[in-house]
Nanobody
Framework: QVQLVESGGGLVQPGGSLRLSCAAS????????MDWYRQAPGKQRELVAA???????NYADSVKGRFTISRDNAKNTVYLQMNSLKPEDTAVYYC????????WGQGTQVTVSS
């Protein structure tokens, strides 16, 4: 079955960095676009970054220039490198893909606070 397992979240000070990982299984990873979403308390889940099967990328305006999405098809893993983190980046971050239906990971908490 399809599984998406995120890791790498934690507590970081403003201006710091984190790298999230999402290990995928149960489907042909290299064929699928992969996304990172986030959901802050009291807010809707929003798309942060996306990477196509060919490696093309898209970012939310709020993270452009600070976040980088990448993928390693040999490891069936998608990454989100987050730099210059701000308190407003605090959220649960979810890995996502779609074929037939949406598939989500369990989420990993990112907290940016001094």
């Amino acid at each position: 079955q399809v599984q998406l397992v995120e890791s790498g979240g934690g507590l970081v000070q403003p201006g710091g960095s984190l790298r999230l990982s999402c290990a995928a299984s149960g489907f042909i990873f290299s064929d699928r676009a992969m996304d990172w979403y986030r959901q802050a308390p009291g807010k809707q889940r929003e798309l942060v970054a996306a990477i196509g099967s060919g490696g093309s990328t898209n970012y939310a305006d709020s993270v452009k220039g600070r976040f980088t999405i990448s993928r390693d098809n040999a490891k069936n893993t998608v990454y989100l490198q987050m730099n210059s983190l701000k308190p407003e980046d605090t959220a649960v971050y979810y890995c996502h893909t779609y074929f037939i239906r949406n598939f989500w990971g369990q989420g990993t908490q990112v907290t940016v606070s001094s």
